[in-house]
């Protein structure tokens, strides 16, 4: 079976770009003792949206595991805002944050859940190429370890039209990100 480009008509598997597939920029794989950070930098302006695909966990000792935080361009003044709809178990709560100096984005396993659990997630950064307009993330991720689960949707947005050409990564409440965490970027043509 090949694939047929829905802009042209034509078909073979080499169309995946005229699709508006994917293609990967960078991934990175936390080694032993974990990190604080992780910077994509250089990112190309070539694409129409970028996403990071997530298998993480943090040091956080926290029942609800902990959130991440995105830095643009190392913006960390507070020109951030947000949204949060999560289900905890049986419960589910809704947060906002205003003025804050990161995005924030999902909860993943922290050190208080079972060993060897780690959350996984989605984040879609949206028209992070114009220079014309604020910047949108969308997110999706949630862990559960047999004995308690967690998923959120989140949103957020970066007040700023300057272009993304970097992405710093931050444990959010805890101090690392722990070994074995794997964060990807990936390019999505348009």
Do not use: C
Not at 35 to 42: A, E, S
Not at 146 to 160: D, M, Q, Y
């Amino acid at each position: 079976m090949s694939i047929t480009s829905a802009k042209s008509g034509a078909t073979g598997i080499s169309l995946a770009l005229d699709n508006n597939f994917m293609e990967p920029i960078a991934s990175t794989l936390v080694g032993s003792g974990g990190v604080n950070q992780i910077t994509f930098n250089d990112i190309p302006q070539t694409y129409k949206h970028l996403q990071i695909r997530v298998l993480a966990r943090t040091d956080r000792a926290n029942a609800q595991g902990d959130y991440i935080k995105l830095i643009f361009n190392s913006d960390i003044a507070t020109n951030y805002a947000g949204h949060e709809l999560s289900g905890w178990n049986s419960s589910a709560l809704s947060a906002v944050n205003t003025s804050v100096g990161a995005a924030y984005v999902n909860r993943f396993a922290g050190a208080s859940q079972a060993a060897n659990t780690f959350g996984a997630g989605v984040i879609d950064i949206l028209d992070y190429a114009t220079n014309s307009k604020n910047k949108t993330i969308r997110s999706l991720a949630g862990w559960d370890d047999n004995t308690a689960g967690n998923i959120h949707f989140n949103s957020a947005l970066w007040i700023n039209v300057n272009s993304i050409n970097s992405i710093r990564i931050i444990a959010g409440g805890g101090t690392l990100l722990t070994q074995y965490s794997r964060f990807s970027l990936y390019g999505i043509k348009g």
